[in-house]
């Protein structure tokens, strides 16, 4: 089958489940063309990124020009479905939170998009996000495109579905993907009921390099990691109130945060105001390889995020038998169990987040070895890519045919 992914900016330094989820298509036997609006290459850190960049096509890579042009061949060949599906654009834009402007933006770019999916002969387009990438390719299949799915991961799409116009892209869709049960749930309530079997549960999943993984060991060290975008809904900000906690009660604790984000420079600032220098380390961005080794490298993962569709980083650091400490939010739950492969705490309660770090501290290895081959069973059960892609190839086929 010959398919197309698009997404906002691919390959993305947080969105290796995108890259592991295409590469596992095609040793199915799927062929993938990699269609993006723009590059994200001055963050690539990451070999196997680099390599997906050189595979993209950009839209935005095209000067304003050529594009106007490529939407002006559109509406000399298609003037009927040019004119519709720009008025979409426009009643879209109008209940949306980015606006009429943009969305004619969007549907500018589609017809680029439509060029691209008529000339290399695709059958079938997925989109990932619900926002604006799926705008893009719902104005491409109004235009006389192929045939689209597009997976939902949360939070964003859930914080805002009207303004997104999330039941009118599942109304035009194949099929949609949800990557948990809730994920599921939230979808179930914009769509009618006669609508439900369209969302499909896919996870994101885990290749051989995290899931053939030989060593059950645990890691006696003092250190913890949180991996993840420097934002406000991952909980940083709340974990270092945490940290300066057990600084002041004399516990000796060591925390890596494997990211970058528009909070860095807030959450420095914090760390010097709470005199944890000496134990808070920010890397930046990281390659792959570079986070499985901070992972086995510590003690365990601490993510007390906010909100959330399910973080990919937790079923690394499960795989890796690394116990986590998260939260009680949207998809986390399925996988991460309290008490069996980490602790799950409340969103926002600095005392428990404390609390379970402590615990994790103190820790014996029996129990760290006990928690690490729960959760590395729990992710092979449920978060291999190979299974996982093999599911999402059988939907494709059966939403052409």
């Known amino acids: 089958m010959h398919l197309a992914y698009f997404t906002n900016q691919y390959p993305k330094v947080s969105h290796s489940f995108i890259r592991r989820e295409i590469l596992a298509l ?31 096509a950009y839209i935005l890579s095209d000067s304003k020009l050529s594009i106007v042009l490529q939407a002006f061949g559109v509406l000399i060949l298609h003037p009927i479905k040019f004119i519709m599906t ?34 290399n002969d695709i059958e079938h387009i997925h989109a990932h996000f619900g926002t604006n990438s799926t705008t893009v390719v719902l104005f491409a ?30 109304k035009h869709s194949r099929f949609v993907v949800a990557i948990s049960s809730y994920g599921r749930s939230q979808l179930f309530r914009w769509i009618p009921l006669e609508q439900w079997h369209k969302v499909k549960v896919v996870h994101c999943g885990l290749d051989d390099a995290f899931l053939m993984n030989n060593s059950k060991e645990p890691n006696l060290s003092n250190q913890l990691v949180c991996v993840g975008r420097l934002c406000e809904q ?24 494997a ?49 959330e569709g ?50 994790m501290l103190e820790a014996n290895s029996q129990k760290l070895t006990t928690m690490g081959i729960n959760g590395f069973k729990a992710v092979n059960e449920q978060h291999n890519i190979k299974i996982e892609a093999a599911k999402l190839g059988r939907y494709f086929e059966q939403g052409i045919h």
């Open 26 to 56: 095609e040793q199915l036997g799927h062929s993938v063309e990699r269609f993006a609006l723009r590059s994200d290459e001055a963050e690539l850190v990451d070999p196997a990124d680099q390599l997906e960049f050189s595979k993209t």
């Open 86 to 119: 720009l008025l979409v654009a426009v009643k879209l834009g109008f209940r949306s939170d980015r606006g009429i402007l943009r969305h004619i933006a969007y549907f500018v770019e589609s017809c680029v998009l439509l060029k691209w999916q008529l000339r």
């Open 141 to 170: 299949y109004l235009l006389g495109g192929v045939g689209y799915s597009f997976t939902v991961h949360g939070p964003e799409e859930f914080d805002k579905p009207e303004f997104i116009s999330l039941a009118e892209k599942i």
């Open 234 to 257: 991952k909980g940083q900000l709340l974990l270092l109130e945490s940290m300066k906690e057990l600084s002041d009660s004399g516990i000796d604790c060591k925390l890596v945060l």
């Open 259 to 307: 990211g970058d984000g528009p909070m860095r420079a807030e959450v420095e600032r914090r760390i010097v105001a709470y005199e944890l220098s000496d134990r808070v380390e920010i890397t930046g961005w990281i390659s792959s390889e570079q986070v499985k080794k901070i992972l086995i490298e510590s003690r365990g993962l601490v993510l007390p995020s906010f909100a």
């Open 310 to 359: 399910l973080p990919v980083v937790i079923m690394e650091a499960l795989a890796l038998c690394r116990p986590v400490i998260t939260t009680y939010v949207a998809g986390i739950p399925e996988l991460v169990k309290d008490g069996e492969n980490g602790w799950l705490i409340p969103a926002g309660d600095s005392e428990a987040l404390t609390s379970a770090i402590r615990a």
